[in-house]
């Protein structure tokens, strides 16, 4: 069972930035799409950016130009940098990983992202 474990979240200020990283338990060497979803107070999850192992990426629209996706598949990682964050960005971000021909998601334990003055 792969185990996801993510890092970075906080506080932060309107107008800075934050980068999250997530870090599979063990190599992934089958096709896969991991992401970063999220989800705020009463609301559902959404997705925020998810990338393939062949490199595509999705991002919604409310982050587009701000947020950027990447991966390291030799290491099975992936981060999302977080630039320009507003106060409705805040949210609990989740880490995804899809393999290709599965519906079956596997998810981080997520980690918090709180933008405030």
């Known amino acids: 069972q792969v185990q996801l474990v993510e890092s970075g979240g906080g506080l932060v200020q309107p107008g800075g930035s934050l980068r999250l990283s997530c870090a599979a338990s063990?190599?992934?060497?089958?096709?896969?799409?991991m992401g970063w979803y999220r989800q705020a107070p009463g609301k559902q999850r959404d997705l925020v950016a998810s990338?393939?192992?062949?490199?595509?990426?999705n991002y919604a629209d409310s982050v587009k130009g701000r947020f950027t996706i990447s991966r390291d598949n030799a290491k099975s990682t992936v981060s999302l940098q977080m630039n320009s964050l507003k106060p409705e960005d805040t949210a609990v971000y989740y880490c995804?990983?899809?393999?290709?021909?599965?519906?079956?998601?596997?998810w981080g334990q997520g980690t918090q992202v709180t933008v405030s003055s």
């Open positions: 990338i393939t192992s062949g490199g595509n990426t």
């Open positions: 063990e190599r992934i060497l089958s096709i896969n799409t």
């Open positions: 995804n990983l899809k393999f290709f021909g599965s519906n079956y998601d596997y």
